[in-house]
């Protein structure tokens, strides 16, 4: 059973560009979260959609946003590029939503800002 | 105060002792817990889940859950080479909308 694929895995990125990032779940899981990772602030949650509806947003600007199609493939979009936005961006997918759902993570995307 | 907070490490223990990893919580609503182990350059794998009081054995794993402490370990038994890794607990509860809450991780070094 494949897992949770992420593309592109690595993108550099001009300062005001925008990016999108893809994330397809492991198969049957509809619920997809996303989060950033960075040496200083660690893991923080993005977002989390489940049924193309978003369920929860974390505390980060309007500039990052995402979507769920039908299939539960996930993209997350981040709009003027700020030298801060450079992280490594994973996606988890769940079988089920709610607090004891597993999340399985991709492999990333890391994300550069010049 | 942190909502989960690990001592950063790094915690070295040599081949073959248990390794103790530790993690508190703020949140007393809190329902699900987790623990992730992510290798230099890679991203977080679960190797462990936790919903009950007590401890819950896989293996050479071991989580213990203590909800009244607000209080989550992992024990890793015979500890190898191939378990050096950051060990991320995460946290879970339905009023947070079901996202994970993460603490910054343990970095774990056994030595050979």
């Known amino acids: 059973k494949a897992g949770v694929t992420q593309t592109p895995r690595y993108l550099i990125k001009t300062r005001g560009q925008q990016v999108t990032l893809s994330c397809s779940p492991i198969?049957?899981?509809?619920?997809v979260s996303w989060y950033q990772q960075t040496p200083g602030q660690g893991l923080q949650f993005l977002f989390e959609y489940f049924s193309e509806t978003q369920r929860n947003k974390g505390n980060f600007p309007g500039r990052f946003s995402g979507r769920q199609f039908s299939n539960s493939r996930s993209e997350m979009n981040v709009s003027t590029l700020e030298l801060g936005d450079s992280a490594l961006y994973l996606c988890a997918s769940s079988l089920a939503v709610g607090a004891g759902a597993e999340a399985f993570f991709g492999q990333g995307t890391r994300l550069t800002v010049v | 105060q942190k909502e989960v907070e690990q001592n950063s490490g790094p915690l070295s223990v040599p081949e073959g002792a248990i390794a103790s990893l530790n993690c508190t919580y703020s949140?007393?609503?809190?329902?699900?817990f987790f623990w992730y182990r992510q290798y230099s350059g890679k991203s977080p794998e679960l190797i462990m889940s936790i919903y009950s009081n007590g401890d819950k054995e896989d293996g050479r794993f071991t989580a213990q859950l203590n909800k009244a402490s607000q209080y989550v370990s992992l024990l890793i038994r015979d500890s190898q080479p191939s378990d050096s890794a950051t060990y991320l607990c995460a946290v879970n509860s339905e009023n947070q909308g079901g996202k994970l809450i993460f603490g910054q991780g343990t970095e774990l070094s056994v030595k050979p």
């Open positions: 949140d007393r609503v809190s329902q699900s």
């Open positions: 198969s049957g899981h509809r619920s």
